[in-house]
C-alpha cells in the first residue's frame, strides 16, 4: 500500500515553505517516524517523519522547489523492504577495513540527531564547526553542511576568488522585514544609560544560592531587563501597542519578544504573559530558546505575536547602536556591552558599569515624552531594583 509523505499545515502568516533537504533517496528503507525532509519557512524549518514503516517510493518535490499547507512531497510502500543490490550481497572482506567516517564521527561531540544525520550522510564530523555549548554539534550544524551547495569559487576579472550562494528564506524574510520597517514607520531612537552595579551586585551575591534554588538556572541580566521592561509598559500602554492598518491596538498584557541569534540567522521567540514570571522562569525560557534556536527546533508558535522586543547587541560588543523596529510593535529596546566609564556622583568622579540603552519607537504612535519617560523608568527600575518589588 501507497501512502502520501504530505506537508505539514502551516500557520495562515506562513503561505508557503521550501524543501530543504531530503535525507533518504528513493528506494531507501525508513522507519515509522523517521526524519524524511525538511521544509524551510520565512521563520523556522519544519520536520517532515515517515508516516509508516517501508520504502521511499517517490519524491514529488526536490530540494529547492515551493510547497504549500498540506501537498503532496512523496510517497512511501508500506512494508516493502529494499531489494538486494550487488554490492550487498557480495561477501564482506575478511581484512579490517579502516575506520570509517561515520564510525569517526560518532566520537565527535554532537547531539544525537546530529551523530545520526552524520552517519547517514557519511559526513566529516572533523569538517563540521559546533555551535552548540561547548562546541557541541548540533543537527542546523550538520544541516548547513549537507545542504550547502558545492563549493564553486568563481575568479573575477581581477584574478580573485568569489563564492555565490543563495539567501535562505529566512535570511531574505528578515531582510524584508527591517527594509519594510525603515521605510514604512516613522523611527526615532532615545538613548540613555543605567549603573550597572546594582543588578551586579545582586547577581554576585546571589547567583549560587538562585542556581541552588532554581535547578541549575542561572541569574542572568536578561530577566532583570525584562522584568523592568514588563513594569515600564504597564505605566505606558503605547509603548505596548501595536498597528493594525489605521488602529492603533493597545494589548492588556506583556508579551515581550527576546533576540536570539541562530545559525539560520536573527529570530525573535516570545516570553508570554511576562508580567506573571518570575526571574527564575524568564530565565529557564530564555535559555530553552537558545538551545532551540541553535538546534533549529523553534517552532513557529514560539516566535508569533509579541508586544514588544528587546534586542542585546552587548553579548556580541556593541556599544551603540539604532535597533530596527519589529513590525507591527510600536517599540524595540537596544541593549548594549558594560563598561567601566568615570562618572560624577555626589561631586566625585567614580568609575561605574555603565550600559547604554536605546529605544527605537515609531513616532506616529508614540510621542517623544512617553517614549523617554518609559526609557528613564527602565533605568531607574535597574538602578534601584527594590523598585520592582514594590512596583513603584
Known sequence: MTIEIKAPTLPESVPDGTIATWYKQVGDVVSRDELLVDIETDKVVIEVVSPTDGVLKEILKDTGDTIVSNQA??????????APTAEASAPEPVAAAPQSTATAASTAPASPAAKKMIAENNVNAATIAGTGKDGRITKEDVMSVISAPPSAPIASANGRLEERVPMSRLRAKVAERLLHASQSTAMLTTFNEVNMA?????????????????DGIRLGFMSFFVRACTEALKRFPAVNASLDGSDIVYHGYQDIGVAVSSPRGLVVPVLRNSDNMGLAQIEKEIREFGEKARDGKLAIEDMTGGTFTISNGGVFGSLLSTPILNPPQTAILGMHKIQERPMAVDGQVVVLPMMYLALSYDHRMIDGKEAVQFLVTVKDLLEDPTRLLLEI
Open 198 to 214: 546594582p543588578v551586579m551586585e545582586i547577581r554576585n551575591r546571589y547567583k549560587q544560592e538562585f542556581e541552588k534554588a532554581h
Open 73 to 82: 512531497i512523496g510517497s512511501v510502500e508500506a512494508g516493502a523492504v529494499a
